[in-house]
Structure formats: C-alpha cells, structure tokens
C-alpha cells in the first residue's frame, strides 16, 4: 500500500509550536508516515499582507523540523508565480507521487473558510482534510462528514501575535522552536 502522507501548508511568517503540535498530533492520529511542512509563496486568503520573504520564512520551517525524523519541508508551491492555490498544489504532488494517499491539514480558522477554497470541489476528491480545533473559531466545519477531526491541546498562538511581540521587544522563547528564535533575531525580522 501506498504511504500516508499529511500535507501543512502555511505561511509560517514564523513557525511556532502549535504548528509542530498539530502536525505531530495529526501524524500520530490518523497513522500518516510523514508530515511535509509546505511554504505558501503566495497565500491565497493573504494576497495584500505584508510578509517576510519566502526564503525567510522556508529557513525558519526547515530550522523547526530539523530534527524530526518524520517532518519534511516541501517546496513545491515556492516556484509559482501568484496564488498558491492548494488544487494545482495537490494536481502536482499527485503526478509526482501517484501511490501516495494526501491529506490536507488544517487549523480550525481554515477549516471555515473551505467552501471559499479555489477548486474547492476537486481538492475534495484529491486529499482528505484533518481538521485541528484552534481557540476563537467554531467547531462546526463544512463537509463534516468526509474530514478527519484530530483533537489537540488547544493554543492561543499565532504568527501574528509573535510578530506583534517581536515588534515590541517581547519575548518569543518557547512560543517558537529555539533555533527559529536566534534566526528572527539575527536577521532582524519583525522589528518596526
Ligand atoms: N494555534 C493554532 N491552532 C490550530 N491551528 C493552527 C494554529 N496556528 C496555526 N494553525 C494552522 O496552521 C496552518 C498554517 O498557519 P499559518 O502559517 O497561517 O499561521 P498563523 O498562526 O495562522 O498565522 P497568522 O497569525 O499570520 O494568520 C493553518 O492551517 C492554520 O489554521
Ligand atoms: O487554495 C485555496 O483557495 C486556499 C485558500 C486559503 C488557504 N489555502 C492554503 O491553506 C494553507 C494555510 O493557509 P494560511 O493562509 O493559513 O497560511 C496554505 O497552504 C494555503 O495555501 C488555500
């Protein structure tokens, strides 16, 4: 049988523990062989933000998987120009590796927001969503008969609460892995 594989996209301006959380949660629920940590280019839902550039933040994912032997980074969306919508991603992966069965993974605040999803009804057919809870957002998903729910140890942390608290000279210790910590230091990200 072909292998199991969790795909989690991001933009991860910067990965934080939540995101190792939920893809080692879902590794260990829905008994997936691997998780690739895949870096948008352009995200489709944050078209006009402001963002570190794609190199920053894929050295800042391939530090926070580093040292697990079951994370792999996927670059795949990082050649594209414009949106990187997950429907071409999924069209790709799949001729690359034809035995492989996807999954999709995403945090509850994605999960509302599938029927917006570009090709929303071919991404259907391509991968399986896992859904993982996060605080703040419903727990009533669409197409909640076919995703895989995956409780985890629910976190209020996001990317953009730890560019807020870089912003502000706060710490950061502990909400991200620490060798991600030392790189947004040294390269100067998220200071005004
Ligand atoms: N605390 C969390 N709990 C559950 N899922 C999360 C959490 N943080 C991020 N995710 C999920 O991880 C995936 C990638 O998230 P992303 O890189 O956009 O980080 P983010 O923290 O949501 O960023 P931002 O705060 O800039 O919007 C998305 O599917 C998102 O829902
Ligand atoms: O394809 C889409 O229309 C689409 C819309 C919103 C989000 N996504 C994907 O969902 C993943 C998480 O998105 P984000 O904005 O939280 O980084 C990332 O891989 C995005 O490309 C995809």
């Known amino acids: 049988m072909g292998k199991k594989i969790g795909i989690l996209g991001g ?26 940590f895949m870096p948008t280019n352009v995200p ?7 963002m570190a550039n794609s190199s920053d933040r894929v050295e800042m994912t391939r530090l926070a998987i580093s040292d697990h032997g079951k994370f792999r980074l996927c670059t795949v969306e990082l ?7 997950s429907m071409d991603t999924m069209e790709i992966l799949q001729n690359q590796h034809p035995n492989v069965q996807f999954y999709f993974i995403v945090g509850g605040d994605m999960a509302v927001s599938l029927p917006t999803w570009h090709g929303i009804e071919k991404l259907r057919k391509q991968v399986t969503f896992i859904v993982t809870s996060r605080p703040n957002y419903p727990d009533d998903y669409p197409f909640e008969e076919e995703l895989i729910s995956v409780n985890i140890p629910e976190m209020e942390i996001s990317s953009s609460d730890i560019r807020e608290r870089v912003s502000r000279e706060e710490n950061i210790r502990y909400l991200v892995p620490e060798a991600v910590r030392k790189y947004v230091g040294e390269n100067h990200l998220y200071v005004r």
């Open 79 to 85: 050649d594209r120009q414009g949106p990187s919508y």
């Open 11 to 36: 933009t991860f301006d910067p990965p934080h523990i939540a995101h190792l959380l939920i893809a080692q949660e879902s590794l260990d629920a829905c008994e997936l062989d691997e998780v690739w």
């Open 44 to 50: 489709p839902h944050k078209q006009n933000e402001d």
